[in-house]
């Protein structure tokens, strides 16, 4: 419980984005940071084949949360970087 904890404390991650990344390994700022948000995207995408994850919560508060700031405050050529790195084709 302590390492779900640990995730909720990174800004832009809350209950079901912790359970999510818990679910795929990713215990802590560090393990994020190590994979990285689009391959943590990617993962969590993989094992919940059956929902639909809004980029926005998903894929830029995974960013947001390791650059401490808000999804939102990320820049556009940033975001679309990352969609790419995501697998987007838009």
């Known amino acids: 419980m302590a390492e779900k904890f640990s995730l909720r404390r990174l800004k832009n991650i809350g209950a079901t984005v912790a359970e999510r990344l818990h679910e795929i390994g990713v215990f802590n700022r560090e393990d994020l940071k190590r994979i990285g948000a689009p391959e943590a995207y990617r993962r969590i995408k993989q094992k919940h084949p059956e929902i639909t994850l809004p980029r926005c919560y998903y894929l ?16 556009d050529a940033l975001k679309r970087r990352l969609s790419q790195q995501a697998g987007f084709v838009d």
């Open 60 to 75: 830029y508060s995974l960013e947001g949360a390791l650059r401490d700031v808000h999804w939102d405050s990320i820049p």
